[in-house]
């Protein structure tokens, strides 16, 4: 499903040449996968992962998303890829404060032009799903970490995307939530057929993952 | 993401910034208030020119002399004591016979008296083309004809008021109630004899005006005095007693060429036929009707220009506003914009989203602008301003349009600055 090649990401500098944050990496991810990309801290992980969910654009190489080049897609090309085939799981839960739990989960859906019942109806069995459907009404601020995250991956399935990007999913949360939320991504990759990609730095989380890709100074290590 | 979804949000951002927005509506409000004040005036002004013109007739010259207290040297005061006589209209009439009107009028002032009841009042001597411009009136009896005014017949017309269908409130507070208006309202003078100056004069004819709303004098304004006891010129001239301008003269000569095209040339050729007569040297003027009208109105154009410039100053305050607004608001959701694009919002729903906003703190500002000049306006309609009768509900929805567009223009940079943030910097801004 996911085919990288030579993929490179240079972030301007004013005065150095720039900062090279992926050095002609290549990588290969089938679908159905469960992925974890490691690695420490500013070695490229999360520009990685930014670069496969459609928010970022590579420098140089190719990323070939179900065989077509996306590297030259459109800012607009790409939000509407991002809306039809990624969900995002992010560590900090990246949520509308203002908005309630089942409002966040319509969002996508309607970015992606679905109708204000179907949404509703679709969010309400997401967040029973996650186990949240006692809290629907509440706004964001009301809920507890795990229940935010929980949120979150709602949001994330509401389009029935084909890959879930989750970048350090559980860092924001204790031991008994962050198990659960794994448990929540292993289940959506073994029983949804999910294609699971997650960044982390957590070697523990990474060995609950089918394949661990370790990245290291901007390279794929072996 | 469809309309209803993006008005949505856009009122939970205004509700969230009550003091922010209410700024912006304040200024927008002040702007529409004048735009809606400045559409009635002009409003009113083209109005009343078009029907003044309809009125009078498309070619209409008045021919006046000028005022005999505006001459200041001898000369001037030998020369103002020639006037203007009803054989220059007649010998107008011979040459122009292809004009549609030659009206010459003549108004004096005398005493009116029928039974007990005495009045001063103004009487004017027409001819039978008076008829031909301004006839608004439903006739009772019979109009001065050819016969009385060869033959001096001692006959008048009366003119009716023809009062309110609903009285205005400002008429409420304007109490004043003309006698004679009065008196002919309860007493029917078709067919009676009555005393004008020291001689009797049969009433032929009562010619009743429309109602003051349907009666397009109403709202012609100032200048368009008339008198309400109209007689045969001739007989006016030779045996009303009473006191006139014009002494043996008359007061002036409505022209109408018919069309409006022809105006200038009879000007000029009905200013030498006069020349001619009168040996050069009488003080007259010959008018474009449309040229006095416009001259009345130019006090209210002034003020007009006033309001105008306020109010486009008003509404671009508003717009920066708005602007303002805007980009603060930028600045506080910088986070948010990144969750949306991450989620799939293109850079166009972004850019809509605050667009929409802007043009909504724009829309309500125009609503509550609307309604205080609404108020405004009527109460300056009733305490008499009749310009400001004139007020169309179009006006509000112009005004209203004018206060969305600001938003829509002053939302563009702020928009656009939205759309172009990147998403992963958005994502990462605390």
């Given at each position: 499903m996911i085919k990288c090649q030579n993929l490179s990401k240079t972030y301007p500098l004013k005065k150095s040449e720039g900062y090279r944050a992926l050095k002609g990496l290549d990588l290969k991810i089938e679908k159905g996968e469960f992925v974890s990309i490691c690695g420490p801290s500013g070695c490229g992980k999360s520009t990685l992962l930014n670069i496969l969910g459609f928010l970022d654009i590579p420098t140089g190489g190719k990323y070939l998303f179900k065989n077509t080049d996306v590297t030259s897609f459109s800012d607009n090309q790409r939000s509407v890829l991002r809306r039809q085939a990624a969900g995002f799981v992010f560590q900090s839960f990246n949520?509308?404060?203002?908005?309630?739990a089942q409002e966040n989960v319509k969002l996508p859906m309607l970015y992606l032009g679905k109708n204000q019942k179907e949404a509703s109806a679709k969010a309400a069995e997401l967040l029973e799903k996650v186990g949240l459907a006692d809290k629907?009404?509440?706004?964001?601020?009301?809920?507890s970490g795990g229940e935010r995250q929980r949120v979150g991956i709602a949001r994330a399935l509401a389009n029935e995307p084909e890959m879930l990007f989750a970048d350090e999913p559980t860092g924001n949360l204790d031991s008994v939530n962050s198990a659960e939320i794994m448990k929540m991504l292993a289940e959506l990759n073994k029983k949804g057929g999910m294609t699971v990609i997650m960044v982390t730095h957590d070697s523990k989380l990474a060995s609950l993952t089918d394949r661990i890709v370790k990245i290291k100074d901007g390279e794929v290590a072996v | 993401m469809n309309l209803a979804e993006i008005i949505r949000t856009a009122l939970l951002e205004i509700k969230n910034h009550k003091m922010r927005s209410f700024l912006s509506f304040f200024a927008i409000s002040i702007g529409v208030i004048s735009i809606m004040y400045t559409l009635t005036l002009i409003y009113s002004m083209n109005y009343r020119l078009k029907k003044a013109v309809e009125v009078a007739g498309p070619g209409r010259l008045n021919i006046e002399l000028k005022n005999r207290w505006e001459a200041q040297t001898d000369v001037e005061r030998k020369q103002a004591n020639d006037t203007l006589t009803y054989e220059d209209a007649l010998s107008i009439r011979k040459i122009f016979p292809e004009l549609y009107m030659v009206s010459p009028y003549f108004d004096k002032w005398v005493s009116f008296s029928d039974g007990y009841f005495r009045e001063h009042i103004g009487v004017r001597g027409i001819t039978t083309e008076w008829r031909k411009r301004g006839w608004v009136y439903k006739m009772r009896g019979r109009f001065i004809n050819r016969y009385d005014i060869e033959n001096n017949q001692r006959v008048c017309v009366v003119i009716e008021d023809g009062g309110w269908l609903k009285k205005p409130k400002w008429l409420k507070f304007w109490s004043f109630k003309d006698p004679f208006q009065n008196y002919i309202k309860h007493n029917e003078l078709l067919g009676k004899t009555i005393k004008l100056g020291s001689s009797l004069y049969k009433v032929v004819g009562i010619l009743k005006e429309p109602p003051g709303e349907k009666n397009p004098k109403t709202f012609i304004g100032i200048g368009m005095w008339e008198p309400k006891i109209l007689a045969p010129i001739s007989t006016a001239q030779r045996f009303l007693g009473g006191w006139s301008q014009s002494e043996g003269g008359i007061d002036g000569i409505n022209v109408d060429t018919g069309r409006e095209e022809t105006i200038s040339k009879y000007q000029r050729l009905i200013e030498q036929v006069i020349k001619a007569r009168h040996g050069r040297t009488m003080l007259f003027s010959i008018k474009d009707y449309r040229e006095i009208i416009k001259d009345q109105m130019a006090d209210k154009h002034r003020d007009m220009m006033t309001v105008m410039i306020i109010g486009i100053i008003a509404i671009l305050a508003g717009g920066i506003g708005i602007m303002n607004v805007s980009l603060a608001t930028i600045y506080s959701r910088i986070k948010e914009i990144g969750i949306r694009r991450a989620i799939g919002a293109t850079r166009w729903d972004i850019m809509r989203q605050f667009m929409i906003e802007a043009m909504m703190l724009g829309f309500f500002g125009g609503i509550a602008g609307v309604i205080v000049g609404f108020a405004g306006i009527e109460y300056l309609a009733m305490k008499g301003d009749t310009d400001m009768m004139m007020l169309r509900w179009w006006m509000a929805l112009a005004a209203i349009c004018a206060a969305v567009l600001t938003g829509f223009l002053a939302s563009i940079y702020p928009a656009r600055s939205a759309a172009r943030l990147d998403p992963i910097d958005a994502l990462r801004y605390e």
């Amino acid at each position: 499903m996911i085919k990288c090649q030579n993929l490179s990401k240079t972030y301007p500098l004013k005065k150095s040449e720039g900062y090279r944050a992926l050095k002609g990496l290549d990588l290969k991810i089938e679908k159905g996968e469960f992925v974890s990309i490691c690695g420490p801290s500013g070695c490229g992980k999360s520009t990685l992962l930014n670069i496969l969910g459609f928010l970022d654009i590579p420098t140089g190489g190719k990323y070939l998303f179900k065989n077509t080049d996306v590297t030259s897609f459109s800012d607009n090309q790409r939000s509407v890829l991002r809306r039809q085939a990624a969900g995002f799981v992010f560590q900090s839960f990246n949520l509308l404060p203002r908005l309630s739990a089942q409002e966040n989960v319509k969002l996508p859906m309607l970015y992606l032009g679905k109708n204000q019942k179907e949404a509703s109806a679709k969010a309400a069995e997401l967040l029973e799903k996650v186990g949240l459907a006692d809290k629907r009404e509440n706004s964001i601020l009301e809920l507890s970490g795990g229940e935010r995250q929980r949120v979150g991956i709602a949001r994330a399935l509401a389009n029935e995307p084909e890959m879930l990007f989750a970048d350090e999913p559980t860092g924001n949360l204790d031991s008994v939530n962050s198990a659960e939320i794994m448990k929540m991504l292993a289940e959506l990759n073994k029983k949804g057929g999910m294609t699971v990609i997650m960044v982390t730095h957590d070697s523990k989380l990474a060995s609950l993952t089918d394949r661990i890709v370790k990245i290291k100074d901007g390279e794929v290590a072996v | 993401m469809n309309l209803a979804e993006i008005i949505r949000t856009a009122l939970l951002e205004i509700k969230n910034h009550k003091m922010r927005s209410f700024l912006s509506f304040f200024a927008i409000s002040i702007g529409v208030i004048s735009i809606m004040y400045t559409l009635t005036l002009i409003y009113s002004m083209n109005y009343r020119l078009k029907k003044a013109v309809e009125v009078a007739g498309p070619g209409r010259l008045n021919i006046e002399l000028k005022n005999r207290w505006e001459a200041q040297t001898d000369v001037e005061r030998k020369q103002a004591n020639d006037t203007l006589t009803y054989e220059d209209a007649l010998s107008i009439r011979k040459i122009f016979p292809e004009l549609y009107m030659v009206s010459p009028y003549f108004d004096k002032w005398v005493s009116f008296s029928d039974g007990y009841f005495r009045e001063h009042i103004g009487v004017r001597g027409i001819t039978t083309e008076w008829r031909k411009r301004g006839w608004v009136y439903k006739m009772r009896g019979r109009f001065i004809n050819r016969y009385d005014i060869e033959n001096n017949q001692r006959v008048c017309v009366v003119i009716e008021d023809g009062g309110w269908l609903k009285k205005p409130k400002w008429l409420k507070f304007w109490s004043f109630k003309d006698p004679f208006q009065n008196y002919i309202k309860h007493n029917e003078l078709l067919g009676k004899t009555i005393k004008l100056g020291s001689s009797l004069y049969k009433v032929v004819g009562i010619l009743k005006e429309p109602p003051g709303e349907k009666n397009p004098k109403t709202f012609i304004g100032i200048g368009m005095w008339e008198p309400k006891i109209l007689a045969p010129i001739s007989t006016a001239q030779r045996f009303l007693g009473g006191w006139s301008q014009s002494e043996g003269g008359i007061d002036g000569i409505n022209v109408d060429t018919g069309r409006e095209e022809t105006i200038s040339k009879y000007q000029r050729l009905i200013e030498q036929v006069i020349k001619a007569r009168h040996g050069r040297t009488m003080l007259f003027s010959i008018k474009d009707y449309r040229e006095i009208i416009k001259d009345q109105m130019a006090d209210k154009h002034r003020d007009m220009m006033t309001v105008m410039i306020i109010g486009i100053i008003a509404i671009l305050a508003g717009g920066i506003g708005i602007m303002n607004v805007s980009l603060a608001t930028i600045y506080s959701r910088i986070k948010e914009i990144g969750i949306r694009r991450a989620i799939g919002a293109t850079r166009w729903d972004i850019m809509r989203q605050f667009m929409i906003e802007a043009m909504m703190l724009g829309f309500f500002g125009g609503i509550a602008g609307v309604i205080v000049g609404f108020a405004g306006i009527e109460y300056l309609a009733m305490k008499g301003d009749t310009d400001m009768m004139m007020l169309r509900w179009w006006m509000a929805l112009a005004a209203i349009c004018a206060a969305v567009l600001t938003g829509f223009l002053a939302s563009i940079y702020p928009a656009r600055s939205a759309a172009r943030l990147d998403p992963i910097d958005a994502l990462r801004y605390e």
